[in-house]
C-alpha cells in the first residue's frame, strides 16, 4: 500500500509510511545515490543500517544525508550527492 510520495530528481517516488528514503528508492529501481568524490564512482546502498555511507543524499537541500537512516516523508525532495558536494556540508 502506498501512503505518499517524495521527489528523487524531479521524480514522483511513492513510499510506505515507515520506510526510509532508500528503501522507497530502491523499490522504485534507483539504485546509484551518490558517486565518489575519486573517480566519479557510481555508488548505492550496500548495508542499510549506517556503517556504510555508501547511501549518502541531498535532501531538502541538505547534503550528506544517510538514505538508509532517514525516514521518508511526504514531499521531500531528494537529490544524488555529486562527487563536488563537501562531506563536512551536513
Ligand atoms: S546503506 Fe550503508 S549507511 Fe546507508
Do not use: W
Request: charged share 20%; net charge positive.
Amino acid at each position: 500500500m502506498t501512503d505518499s510520495f517524495l521527489y528523487f530528481e524531479g521524480k514522483k517516488i511513492p513510499f510506505t509510511q515507515g520506510m526510509s528514503v532508500a528503501a522507497a528508492l530502491l523499490r522504485a529501481g534507483e539504485v546509484v545515490f551518490r558517486e565518489t568524490q575519486v573517480g566519479k564512482k557510481p555508488r548505492g546502498p550496500f548495508c542499510m543500517m549506517g556503517a556504510c555511507f555508501d547511501c549518502l543524499l541531498v535532501i531538502d537541500g541538505r547534503p550528506n544525508r544517510q538514505g538508509c537512516m532517514t525516514p521518508a516523508q511526504k514531499g521531500m525532495k531528494v537529490s544524488r550527492q555529486s562527487s563536488e558536494t563537501l562531506l563536512g556540508d551536513g
